[in-house]
T-cell receptor, first 112, second 110 residues
């Protein structure tokens, strides 16, 4: 099993540009979570899906953020337009139910 | 908030010593989990303890849970330099959505 796969690993973009982060969960895991990690705010839960359906997006900081899960094997987190304060490491995680999460390696986003 | 809060924020010990980290939370939980994060890497799941369990072991790890005090502890015995990392506790909500604390930064000196 290749684990949770995130792409890209690093993204540098200019303020105002659209950014799309991608995640492939582990096959058979029916829950997917997006987190953001910064030194100031720690790990923040942005949104999570159960069986491809968004359950709670109250952690999404602004309307500039959106997430989709069109099928069980793919999810995207989009920021449009991006701002310097969006710079962070974004993690995707999946789990099969009442078990520990498997995290991806993260996407380090830098908005200049 | 069901978010866990770790204590201490940072811990420095010598190789071979035991390391104890504590976690407190505010609401009822389904389970509590501990994760480890090496610098620049993703989080790795260490151990899960359910709300009806009081203690759990996994190798050199021992986790306790006291639901009456809403607290948990993680003990790493006979620490090694490779244990240097940040350790996070996380509490699970009704959809197993995890909220993480700020973490404890553990440094094990060789």
């Amino acid at each position: 099993d290749a684990g949770v796969i995130q792409s890209p690993r690093h993204e540098v973009t200019e303020m105002g540009q659209e950014v799309t982060l991608r995640c492939k969960p582990i096959s058979g895991h029916n829950s997917l979570f997006w987190y953001r990690q910064t030194m100031m705010r720690g790990l923040e839960l942005l949104i999570y899906f159960n069986n491809n359906v968004p359950i709670d997006d109250s952690g999404m900081p602004e309307d500039r953020f959106s997430a989709k899960m069109p099928n069980a094997s793919f999810s995207t987190l989009k920021i449009q337009p991006s701002e310097p304060r969006d710079s962070a490491v974004y993690f995707c995680a999946s789990n099969p139910g009442d078990y520990g999460y498997t995290f991806g390696s993260g996407t380090r986003l830098t908005v200049v | 908030s069901q978010q866990g809060e770790e204590d201490p924020q940072a811990l420095s010990i010598q190789e071979g010593e035991n390391a104890t980290m504590n976690c407190s939370y505010k609401t009822s939980i389904n389970n509590l989990q501990w994760y480890r994060q090496n610098s620049g890497r993703g989080l790795v799941h260490l151990i899960l303890i359910r709300s009806n369990e009081r203690e759990k072991h996994s190798g050199r790890l021992r986790v306790t849970l006291d639901t009456s005090k809403k607290s948990s502890s993680l003990l790493i015995t006979a620490s090694r330099a490779a244990d240097t990392a940040s350790y996070f506790c996380a509490t699970a909500g009704s959809h197993n959505d995890m909220r993480f604390g700020a973490g404890t930064r553990l440094t094990v000196k060789p």
